[in-house]
């Protein structure tokens, strides 16, 4: 296929989007917009040398400075510019349904009250429902680097908002911070009516994924790319339908992989494993929902049936009503089937 014409099915996709960090589409120059507007100086001295350093070697390198740049927001301004700027840019790639993580703690320890940050992200999702008409769900998550104390204080610190968040996540550094560190605290917020999900098996084994569905009850799992070293484990995510939200580019950028073309998305999808394709944080690693589906498809080439999978799976492992769900995908093997008239 050629590429240009590939561009153009991507585009033309409806799409979900079910593993994004708020916080990681946070793009340079609005970082240094917010950062001026609230006479902050950054360490680097311009939008070129910050760039520069997106070339990360793991997690913890993007993870240090992902945080750096989280410092600049303070106001509730500043979190509805920040997701706005992200669904404005979402809308004109055809994504039609959201997913958002945000990091509370991030936040909250460097004295941001919960309901600053929580009100700029949700009054933004609110808008792009009413003008964009774009869906959403909203996934609060607890940093694991962190104690298990700290999240039930951000679980408490969340309660009067619990209508309009639907889940609860885990993310940050994986390694040495296995999901059984946090068992009791999602069995708390599960009693509290949120959803649960957790990144496992991105850097961590495979054990993380059973701990996370075992001991954390979770109905996703965040990547779970280590899955494939465990056929037993492949075996009951096909059965139980646990979907994967896969992030491609994010694996490149952060060395999971090597290359896109060692990207197992393929081969999931002949094991029969629900997989999606999500952004991660687009702004640290080169790309948004469209650029994940057309590096992944041309690495390994994947063919049209592989692409009208993948974008069924992410509206079968959203969080949509039975009814919402069923509409999207007609609207996605409609637009497959124009294709070949």
């Not at 609860?168 to 390694?175: I, N, P, R, T």
Request: charged fraction near 25%; charge should be negative.
């Amino acid at each position: 296929m050629e590429s240009s014409e590939l561009h153009k099915i991507i585009q033309g996709i409806p799409k979900a989007e079910l593993h994004l960090h708020i916080e990681g589409s946070f793009e340079p120059e609005l970082m240094f917009k917010i950062a001026e507007r609230n006479n902050i100086v950054l360490t680097y001295d311009s939008i070129e040398s910050l760039k520069k350093a997106y070339q990360f070697n793991n997690l913890q390198e993007f993870l240090d400075i992902y945080y750096a740049g989280a410092q600049v927001l303070i106001h509730e301004q500043d979190f509805f510019d920040l997701t706005w700027a992200y669904l404005t840019k979402v809308h004109s790639q055809n994504v039609v349904h959201v997913e958002i993580f945000f990091d509370p703690q991030t936040h909250t320890d460097r004295g941001i009250s919960f309901d600053v940050m929580f009100n700029g992200i949700y009054k933004a999702l609110e808008k792009a429902k009413n003008e964009l008409n774009i869906s959403y769900k909203l996934i609060m998550s607890y940093l694991r680097h962190l104690s298990e104390e700290a999240a039930f204080e951000t679980l408490e610190a969340s309660l009067p908002f619990k209508h309009l968040i639907d889940g609860v996540g885990l993310d940050s550094s994986e390694m040495g911070n296995p999901p059984s560190k946090f068992e009791k605290v999602f069995k708390a917020s599960a009693k509290n009516g949120y959803k649960l999900v957790a990144h496992a098996g991105e850097e961590g084994p495979a054990e993380y994924i059973w701990e996370a569905l075992d001991l954390l009850k979770v109905v996703r799992i965040d990547h779970g790319n280590r899955c494939l070293y465990d056929e037993s484990l492949v075996q009951r995510l096909v059965k139980e339908k646990i979907a994967l939200t896969l992030c491609p580019t994010s694996n490149v950028a952060l060395k999971v992989i090597q290359k896109m073309e060692e990207h197992p998305v393929a081969q999931m999808l002949e094991k029969g494993i629900l997989v999606t394709i999500n952004s991660d944080d687009p702004a640290y690693f080169g790309g948004y929902m469209n650029e994940n589906y057309y590096e992944t498809a041309k690495a390994l080439n994947l063919n049209i049936d592989q692409l009208m999978q993948l974008a069924i799976n992410g509206f079968e492992a959203s969080w949509l009503s039975k009814e919402a769900k069923e509409k999207r995908i007609i609207e996605v093997k409609d637009y497959f089937n124009s294709l070949s008239t």
